[in-house]
């Protein structure tokens, strides 16, 4: 069980395509916030969620171009704990007529519920707020060390005597070097081209450039990945406004459909499933739901956000999806093919890895900075169609998405 499975996602049917899309967009400073932390500079006191939900919030407003009297539904998540729903639309001075129950914690699942709200009328134009105070609150990883009333999201090492995520990807990667003969060279080129993708972002935390002997002369955090192969912890905030189809044209940006969305999760033969197999099941039967509630083919896919909480979970999405054959992700990589002008550019703005561990939001950020065509040096040429993939310890969660019509 996960944070994804404590709301159910609503059924991919083709009716649902299109009914809504993001026409608002706000994020934190994730890039100077960092350094400031790091730094320790003079006056920098922190975030605490709500400050950062608050800075998200208001940038999402303005850029949609709406007022706050348009928004009249809501759906907030706190990773850490934070308020209410109820208390969040009083300190934004906000009156939803909807609630969002439980927005999801990682990101993917919170789209199709929101969308099928809107669908269902039960609101027109809706704030998902997700903030995270990561690095300010102390937050550790590893073993069970933060307890929200939520299934643990170590819930794997019980069994297995896993302690961590990433003592997850590296049983993972240790099978698949074995398999296909793969070496750390080789992976180091999914964290260089992450970082390059990075440095086309002002607001990617990591900007400095990366090599192979930089990346091999890193310290293993559980070996045989290094420090570079696993995600980030920064403080954030991400806030998209969705709305009505029909009412989101004619607005200050091109809006941004939902096209479709699937899910599929293990059930049987875990272990095999996850490191033999590497949730290629998972990932071929959702695909294939959220392709289908498109109503598009895999081939149709331009642009690709794939959650990299490690640089080998990224090739199992490459690979699972069925972008490239199993085993060949690596060397896709390794020749620029998922670079910003390569045949499937992957993680445009630096993903978790180097650009903010937004917990998936900021994939779908770039993704709608992608479809407006805003996204300045590492702008996907022409892009029409982009396809987000959340995949969890034992689930996965697509989401595509359409350039709509302004």
């Known amino acids: 069980m996960s944070y994804m499975e404590l709301f159910k996602v609503p059924e991919p049917t083709p009716d649902l395509s299109r009914k809504a899309a993001i026409i608002g967009l706000g994020e934190s400073d994730f890039h100077d916030d960092y350094q400031a932390a790091r730094a320790k500079a003079p006056g920098y006191e922190g975030h605490t969620s709500e400050s950062l939900a608050v800075i998200a919030f208001e940038r999402a407003l303005a850029d949609s171009g709406l007022t706050r009297d348009d928004i009249d539904g809501l759906g907030v998540n706190y990773l850490y704990g934070g308020p209410t729903a109820e208390e969040t639309a009083t300190m934004l001075g906000l009156k939803p007529k909807h609630i969002v129950d439980r927005s999801g914690g990682i990101c993917a699942g919170p789209l199709p519920v929101a969308a099928k709200a809107i669908a269902d009328g039960k609101c027109d134009t809706v704030v998902l707020i997700f903030s995270a105070a990561t690095r300010s609150i102390g937050r550790k990883f590893g073993g069970q060390t933060f307890d929200n009333g939520a299934p643990s999201s170590y819930y794997y090492h019980h069994?297995?005597?896993?302690?961590?995520?990433?003592?997850?990807?590296?049983?993972?990667?240790?099978?698949?070097?074995?398999?296909?003969?793969?070496?750390?060279?080789?992976?180091?080129?999914?964290?260089?081209?992450?970082?390059?993708?990075?440095?086309?972002?002002?607001?990617?935390?990591?900007?400095?450039?990366?090599?192979?002997?930089k990346y091999l002369a890193s310290r293993y955090v559980v070996r045989p990945l290094h420090l570079f192969d696993l995600c980030l912890v920064n403080?954030?905030?991400?806030?998209?406004?969705?709305?009505?189809?029909?009412?989101?044209?004619?607005?200050?940006?091109?809006?941004?459909?939902?096209?479709?969305?699937?899910?599929?999760?293990?059930?049987?033969?875990?272990?095999?499933?996850?490191?033999?197999?590497?949730?290629?099941?998972?990932?071929?039967?959702?695909?294939?739901?959220?392709?289908?509630?498109?109503?598009?083919?895999?081939?149709?896919?331009?642009?690709?956000?794939?959650?990299?909480?490690?640089?080998i979970h990224l090739i199992n999405h490459i690979e699972g999806h069925g972008f490239v054959e199993p085993g060949a992700g690596l060397e896709f990589c390794k020749s620029g093919e998922m670079d910003v002008n390569g045949s499937l550019p992957v993680n445009m703005a630096g993903g978790i890895l180097s650009g903010s561990y937004m917990h998936g939001w900021n994939h779908v950020a770039e993704i709608v900075r992608q479809l407006r065509h805003e996204a300045g040096p590492r702008q996907v040429k022409d892009v029409q169609v982009s396809m987000f993939s959340l995949a969890q310890t034992d689930q996965v969660h697509p989401v595509i998405f359409m350039r709509g019509e302004q």
């Open 235 to 311: 403080d954030g905030a991400v806030c998209l406004i969705l709305r009505r189809s029909d009412l989101a044209k004619g607005l200050a940006h091109v809006p941004v459909d939902i096209g479709g969305w699937g899910h599929s999760a293990v059930t049987a033969n875990k272990m095999h499933t996850l490191v033999r197999e590497r949730l290629r099941p998972q990932f071929q039967e959702s695909g294939r739901q959220a392709l289908a509630m498109a109503g598009i083919a895999l081939e149709d896919v331009q642009h690709f956000e794939g959650y990299d909480a490690s640089t």
């Open 159 to 213: 069994p297995w005597g896993w302690s961590s995520q990433a003592a997850h990807w590296a049983l993972i990667w240790q099978y698949y070097q074995q398999a296909y003969g793969a070496t750390e060279a080789d992976l180091a080129s999914v964290a260089i081209q992450m970082r390059t993708n990075a440095m086309r972002n002002p607001n990617a935390i990591m900007q400095a450039p990366l090599t192979v002997e």
